[in-house]
C-alpha cells in the first residue's frame, strides 16, 4: 500500500516520503517500514507501543490511534509529524 | 612539576544544537566549528567527550519524535545515532509504562571501562552502555525499583526545567559505586554497579516537605563527585551548597552555602571542582527569592569560589555584566579544564559562552547570539 511520510523523517529514507510497505495492520506496516529503514519506528512508536503524542497516522484520511488497526492493501497511509510550540 | 599545555575542547549544547569550539594551546584564540551547528534545530540537552575515548556523545531530542542519543567517533565530524537508544521496558503494568521523554544527562563510566557509558533521562530513569553508546541498556535496579516511585513522589514537569535523573558520578577509585542526582528525589548511591540504591541525603534541607528529616524527596542540582581525591563529594542543592562530611554510615551533608555572603545567598545549579585541589570550586548563584526568579542576584552576575572547601567564598565578577545581566547558568552548563592554570567555562541562558583562563580572576565573552545554553564541557587533551 501506499505511505507518505513527513519531512523529519526523511532521514531514515534517504529523503524518500512516499514509498510502497506492506503490513495485515498498522504496526505489521511499522515493522515492515522499520527492516528497511532501522530506527524508523521507535520514531513514531515509544517503548510502551504507543504512538507518540506529535505522530498522527491517518488511514484514507481518518485519524487512528491504535497499532492493531486492520489495513487493506489499497489502503492509503499518510503519518504527519505535528509541529507545535514557539 | 608544571602540567603541559594541552588543546581545549568545549561542547555548547543548546536549544537549536550542538556548537563546538576549539582552542590553541595558549587558548587565547578559539574557532567555531562549521558555519551552522551540529544538529540543528534539536534540543541539545547534553554533550560530553570521552576524556580517553575521544568519543562524543550527545543527547539529543530528535525535536517531536523522541529523544535519542548520538555518538561521534571521529571528533563530529559523522554522527551515528545509537542503535538501541534508553527505553524503559516495555511493561503491561502502568506504574513501569514509562516512556524516555528526554535524554538529559551523560557521564563516562570508570576509567578502567571507557566504553562504559551511562545515560539520566526524565522522567527518571538510569541507562547503561557497555558498547561505547550503540546500545543502551535499562539499570533495571533503579529503573524498575519497587520504591522508585516513592523516591520521585509522582510524575513532574519535564526537563529542562522540570523533573530529571542527573549529575550521574562514578567513583574514580569504584567502578561499581555510583552516585546519582534527582531532581527531585535526592541523592542516591548504589555500590553494586546499580542493582540496590539507598539515599544520601542526612544533613540536607528541603524546606519543601513536611518532614525535615526526610531520606529521600530532595532536590539537589548538581552534584560532584572529585574525579581524583576520594569520598569528596559536593552538591549545589535547591536548598544550598553542601560538603560530604564524615565516612561510613556517618556521613552528612554541611551547608558550606552559610559562607556565602547573605545578599547574595547559596541558590543556584551549576557547581563545578578544580581538576587537581578538592577544596576549591566554583558556583554560580542566583536568585531564588519569592517566585524564584532563576537570574543573576540583582541583574549583576558572579561566581563565587571557594579554595577553602566552602568555608570562605570569593567574588569573581571581573569582566562579567556589572548590571542588567539578567540571565543564569543551567546545571550541566559550567565546566573547568583540566590547563596547569584551569580554565573555568559557563554558559548562559541568553546564548553567550564566557571564559576565565585563570580561575576565575578574570572573565571573557567567547561567543554572543548562540541559542540559550542548555551545557558546556570542556575537555583538555
Known amino acids: 500500500m501506499k505511505v507518505l511520510l513527513p519531512t523529519p523523517l526523511g532521514e531514515f529514507t534517504n529523503g524518500l516520503r512516499e514509498l510502497e510497505a506492506k503490513g495485515a495492520t498498522v504496526d505489521e506496516l511499522l515493522h515492515d517500514l522499520n527492516g528497511r529503514f532501522p530506527g524508523i519506528r521507535f520514531r513514531m512508536v515509544d517503548e510502551q507501543n504507543h504512538i507518540r503524542p506529535h505522530i498522527k497516522i491517518f488511514i484514507n484520511a481518518e485519524l487512528e490511534r491504535s497499532l492493531a488497526r486492520p489495513l487493506l492493501d489499497d489502503d492509503e497511509v499518510l503519518v504527519v509529524a505535528a509541529l507545535s510550540g514557539g | ?381
Not at chain 2, 557509558?117 to 546500545?135: E, N
Not at chain 2, 560532584?224 to 556517618?250: E, F, M, W
Not at chain 2, 590547563?339 to 567567547?366: H, I, N, P, Q, R
Open chain 2, 1 to 381: 612539576m608544571q602540567a603541559r599545555k594541552r588543546r581545549t575542547t568545549i561542547l555548547v549544547g543548546t536549544r537549536k544544537g550542538l556548537f563546538i569550539l576549539h582552542g590553541d594551546a595558549s587558548r587565547e584564540k578559539w574557532r567555531v566549528e562549521g558555519d551552522v551547528p551540529h544538529f540543528l534545530g534539536q534540543i541539545v540537552n547534553h554533550a560530553v567527550m570521552h576524556p580517553a575515548t575521544g568519543t562524543i556523545m550527545v543527547a539529543a531530542r530528535a525535536g517531536h519524535l523522541g529523544p535519542s542519543v548520538f555518538r561521534s567517533t571521529n571528533a563530529g565530524k559523522s554522527w551515528q545515532e545509537a542503535k538501541q537508544p534508553p527505553a524503559f521496558p516495555a511493561r503491561k503494568e502502568a506504574a513501569y509504562g514509562w516512556s524516555v521523554a528526554h535524554v538529559f544527562w551523560l557521564s563516562p563510566g570508570h576509567a578502567s571501562e571507557p566504553h562504559v557509558w551511562y545515560a539520566g533521562t526524565s522522567p527518571h530513569g538510569l541507562f547503561r552502555s557497555k558498547d561505547d553508546g550503540v546500545t543502551w541498556q535499562s539499570v533495571d535496579g533503579f529503573n524498575l525499583h519497587p520504591d522508585r516511585l516513592k523516591w520521585l513522589g509522582g510524575a513532574q514537569e519535564a526537563p529542562p526545567d522540570g523533573a530529571t535523573l542527573h549529575s550521574i558520578n562514578v567513583d574514580p577509585f569504584d567502578a561499581n559505586h555510583l552516585f546519582i542526582g534527582m531532581s527531585s528525589g535526592g541523592v542516591f548511591e548504589s555500590t553494586d554497579r546499580g542493582k540496590s540504591w539507598a539515599p544520601l541525603n542526612h544533613g540536607c534541607a528541603a524546606d519543601f516537605l513536611p518532614d525535615p528529616n526526610a531520606l529521600y524527596g530532595h532536590d539537589p542540582h548538581c552534584l560532584r563527585v572529585h574525579p581524583t581525591a576520594r569520598d569528596v563529594l559536593y552538591q549545589q542543592n535547591h536548598c544550598g551548597i553542601y560538603k560530604l562530611t564524615g565516612s561510613g554510615a556517618r556521613r552528612t551533608w554541611q551547608r558550606i552555602g552559610n559562607n556565602m555572603p547573605k545578599p547574595i545567598g547559596d541558590i543556584g545549579f551549576p557547581l563545578v571542582l578544580h581538576p587537581r585541589k578538592p577544596d576549591t570550586l566554583w558556583v554560580f548563584p542566583m536568585d531564588g527569592t519569592s517566585v524564584w526568579p532563576r537570574v543573576s542576584v540583582g541583574g549583576k552576575p558572579a561566581l563565587y569560589c571557594s579554595r577553602d572547601g566552602g568555608a570562605s567564598w570569593i567574588k569573581q565578577a571581573n569582566g562579567l555584566p556589572t548590571r542588567h545581566g539578567w540571565f543564569t547558568v543551567r546545571r550541566q552548563a559550567m565546566s573547568v579544564d583540566g590547563a596547569d592554570k584551569v580554565g573555568v567555562y559557563f554558559g548562559t541562558t541568553s546564548g553567550e559562552m564566557w571564559a576565565s583562563f585563570d580561575e576565575g580572576a578574570k572573565w571573557c565573552c567567547l561567543m554572543q547570539h548562540l541559542p540559550q545554553i542548555l551545557s558546556v564541557e570542556a575537555v583538555s587533551f
